[in-house]
C-alpha cells in the first residue's frame, strides 16, 4: 500500500501542473538545466565530477513543458525554460562593468537571453510536433533537430555557438573521446537520445505503473554508454604518441582592464615584462601573452614597438602576444580605419611582428551585426568595440618545429573553424581575456570548449588567459597543467606536437548532414502517408 501510494506521487504532481500552470514550474526546471553545464562538473570542485551524468535528464522537463493540453501554455512555458537556462548559462556578461555603460550590459544580457531562449522554445515544439505526428521515430527525429537547431546558431552575423549541450559531458574524459568520431554535435544527438529515453521510460511507468519495453531500452542504452567509455578509457590508456615536443610558456598577468586609466598601460607593460624576463629563465621555445596584453595598437605606437623588440633581443625567444592594430580604410567608406583584435607573432632575431586578426568576433559587443549590409548601422553606439573582421587564418611557424594555429577568444567556439585550421598545424594557441568575468561560470565554460578542440582534432592546445584558466593540454583533451582564477603567474610545461588522426578532423560536422537526412527523409514520409490515405 505504501508503495502504491509512494507510486502516485508523480502522477499527482503531473495533474497539479496541468491544472494549475504554475509559471515558477519553468523557471525552476530552467535552472535545473544549468546543472550539466560547466563548472558543475569537477572544475569548481571534486565533488561535482560525476554532475556531467545529469545532463542525460535536463531536458526532461522541457518535454514534458512542450506536450501542454493548451499549445498557448506550452509556447510560453517552454519559453521561460528558454530564459531560465539562458540566463543560469549567461548571467556572468554583466559582469563586464566598463564605466559608463553597465546599463547597457545589463540590457544586453536581457536581449541575449531572451534571444536565446527562443532556441529553447523551438526546440520544445519541434519535440511536441514529433511526439504527436512520429510517435515511433521521435526518439530519432528529435535529436538530429536538435543539433540542427545548434548548429543554426553558429550561423550568420549573430552566431553565438557558446551553450551546445554536449559541452555537458566534456569533462568525463572516457566519454568524451566519441567526440574524436563526431565532434560536438554527435555529442549532443547522444545526450538528447538519453533524454528522450528517460522520457519514456518515465511515461511508461507512470502510464502502467510497472517497468516495460521502454526502461528495457533505457537499460540498454546505458549499458552502451558504458561500452563507449571503457573504448575512450582504453583510447586514454594507449601509449603517448612519440614525435617532437615543445616547451611553451604561458603569461598569465591578471591585469584588471575594468578599472584601466591614465599610466595604466606603462603598469601593465612593466608587470608583463617582469613576467615575460622571469619565463624565459626556462628556456622555453616560445612565450605566448594573453588576448589584449598589451592593450594598445602596438606595431603603430614606435616606443612600445621598439620596447617589445628589446623585450625579444635580450631574451632570445620568440614571443606570441595579443594587441590591437588599424589599417586605412578605403576610400569612400564610412570609417577612415578599420580596426582588428589581433594576435602577434614576433621571431627571434625578427622586428617584423606577423598579425593574425579574429575572424569570430561577439555580436553586439566587439561588433554590430549586419553592418556590411545596412552601413548606416555603423553610426550606432551600442558601446561595442567596433572592430573588423579577420578574413583568413595563419600559421605562426616557430623554428624548425612548431606550427601554431592562433585564435583569439570567441574563435576556439567554432568547430569548423578550429578543424580547418588545425589540418595543417600541430599545435592549437588560443590566447583570450575572461578577465572581465571575475570568478564566475563564463571562464570555465570558455576553457572547457577550447579543450574539446583537443579532443576533436587530436591536437595539443596552449591556452593563455588574462586572469586564468590558463591551461596545457594534450591530445586527448587531458590537462597537463593549468592556473587557478585571479593569479599573476607563470606556466610553463611541454605539450606533443604529434597530431592523433580522428574520425572529425577527415569529415568535419557530418552528424549535421545527417541529423539533416533523418528529418528529410521523416518529413517526406510523412507526406507520402498524407497523401496516399
Same mark, same amino acid.
Given at each position: ?18 491544472v ?6 519553468p ?42 493540453p ?6 510560453l512555458?517552454t ?36 534571444? !536565446? ?41 549573430m552566431?553565438?555557438?557558446? &551553450? ?14 566519441? $567526440? ?7 555529442m ?15 511515461? !511508461? =511507468? ?9 526502461? @528495457? ?11 563507449? /567509455? ?7 590508456? #594507449?601509449?603517448? *604518441? ?13 591585469? %584588471? ?8 598601460? %606603462?603598469?601593465?607593460?612593466? #608587470? ?7 619565463? $624565459? +629563465? ?6 605566448i601573452?594573453? !588576448?589584449?596584453?598589451l592593450l ?7 616606443s ?23 589599417? @586605412?580604410?578605403?576610400p569612400?567608406?564610412?570609417? !577612415?580605419?578599420?580596426?582588428?583584435? #589581433? ?15 579574429k ?5 553586439f ?12 548601422? /555603423?553610426?550606432v ?8 573582421r579577420g578574413?583568413?587564418?595563419?600559421i ?14 570567441? &574563435? ?5 573553424? *578550429?578543424?580547418?585550421?588545425a589540418?595543417t ?6 590566447i583570450?581575456? &575572461?578577465?572581465?568575468?571575475?570568478? /564566475? /561560470? ?20 596552449? =591556452? ?11 591530445q586527448?583533451g ?13 606556466l ?6 604529434? +597530431? ?29 502517408? =498524407?497523401f496516399?490515405?
Amino acid at each position: 500500500m505504501r508503495l502504491s501510494a509512494f507510486s502516485s506521487i508523480p502522477q499527482r504532481i503531473v495533474h497539479w501542473y496541468t491544472v494549475k500552470n504554475p509559471w515558477y514550474v519553468p523557471v525552476v526546471a530552467g535552472f535545473f538545466y544549468v546543472l550539466g553545464s560547466p563548472p558543475f562538473n569537477g572544475q569548481l570542485h571534486p565533488a561535482f565530477v560525476f554532475f556531467p551524468v545529469v545532463s542525460f535528464l535536463i531536458c526532461v522537463p522541457l518535454f514534458g513543458l512542450a506536450i501542454h493540453p493548451s499549445l498557448k501554455r506550452s509556447v510560453l512555458h517552454t519559453y521561460i525554460f528558454g530564459i531560465s537556462a539562458s540566463l543560469g548559462q549567461l548571467y556572468w556578461i554583466a559582469f563586464v562593468t566598463p564605466e559608463g555603460l553597465w546599463h547597457l550590459i545589463v540590457l544586453g544580457v536581457l536581449l541575449l537571453t531572451l534571444y !536565446e531562449g527562443l532556441f529553447f522554445t523551438v526546440n520544445g515544439l519541434l519535440f511536441r510536433y514529433a511526439f504527436k505526428r512520429f510517435p515511433r521515430s521521435y526518439a530519432l527525429i528529435v535529436p538530429a533537430w536538435w543539433v540542427l537547431v545548434e548548429y543554426s546558431k553558429s550561423i550568420g552575423e549573430m552566431s553565438f555557438p557558446w &551553450d551546445y549541450l554536449g559541452y555537458s559531458m566534456t569533462p568525463l574524459l572516457p566519454f568524451s573521446q566519441v $567526440s574524436s568520431m563526431t565532434g560536438i554535435y554527435g555529442m549532443s544527438f547522444i545526450i538528447v537520445v538519453g533524454n528522450i529515453l528517460v522520457w519514456r521510460a518515465l511515461r !511508461e =511507468r507512470l502510464a502502467r505503473g510497472k517497468m516495460g519495453k521502454n526502461t @528495457i531500452a533505457l537499460a540498454g542504452f546505458a549499458v552502451l554508454l558504458c561500452v563507449v /567509455s571503457f573504448w575512450g578509457w582504453c583510447r586514454l590508456r #594507449a601509449a603517448p *604518441v612519440a614525435g617532437p615536443k615543445a616547451k611553451i610558456a604561458l603569461v598569465q598577468p591578471n591585469i %584588471d582592464q575594468n578599472h584601466w586609466g591614465i599610466g595604466s598601460l %606603462d603598469t601593465s607593460f612593466g #608587470a608583463i615584462e617582469s613576467q615575460v624576463l622571469t619565463a $624565459s +629563465r626556462d628556456n622555453p621555445d616560445v612565450i605566448i601573452l594573453p !588576448e589584449s596584453a598589451l592593450l594598445c595598437y602596438l606595431v603603430k605606437r614606435p616606443s612600445l614597438r621598439n620596447r617589445v623588440i628589446g623585450w625579444s633581443e635580450k631574451i632570445k625567444i620568440p614571443l606570441i602576444l595579443g594587441s590591437l592594430d588599424w589599417e @586605412i580604410a578605403p576610400p569612400r567608406g564610412i570609417r !577612415e580605419y578599420l580596426v582588428y583584435n #589581433a594576435a602577434f607573432f614576433l621571431d627571434t632575431g625578427s622586428t617584423t611582428f606577423q598579425p593574425y586578426y579574429k575572424m569570430k568576433l561577439v555580436p553586439f559587443s566587439e561588433a554590430l551585426p549586419f553592418q556590411g549590409i545596412f552601413p548606416i548601422l /555603423s553610426r550606432v553606439n551600442l558601446g561595442q568595440a567596433d572592430f573588423k573582421r579577420g578574413t583568413k587564418q595563419v600559421i605562426f611557424r616557430v623554428g624548425n618545429t612548431i606550427k601554431a594555429a592562433p585564435f583569439i577568444c570567441f &574563435d576556439i567556439i567554432y568547430p569548423s573553424l *578550429v578543424r580547418s585550421a588545425a589540418r595543417t598545424a600541430n599545435l592549437l594557441v588560443h590566447i583570450t581575456n &575572461d578577465g572581465w568575468f571575475g570568478r /564566475s /561560470s563564463g571562464p570555465y565554460q570558455h576553457a572547457l570548449m577550447s579543450q574539446q578542440r583537443c579532443i576533436e582534432n587530436g591536437i595539443s592546445l596552449a =591556452r593563455c588567459a588574462n586572469s586564468g584558466i590558463t591551461m596545457l593540454v594534450d591530445q586527448y583533451g587531458r590537462i597537463i597543467s593549468k592556473t587557478r582564477l585571479g593569479e599573476r603567474t607563470v606556466l610553463t610545461g611541454a605539450v606533443s606536437l604529434s +597530431r592523433v588522426p580522428t574520425l572529425y578532423s577527415k569529415l568535419g560536422d557530418w552528424p549535421v548532414a545527417l541529423s539533416a537526412a533523418i528529418v528529410l527523409i521523416q518529413l517526406l514520409l510523412a507526406a507520402r502517408r =498524407r497523401f496516399t490515405n
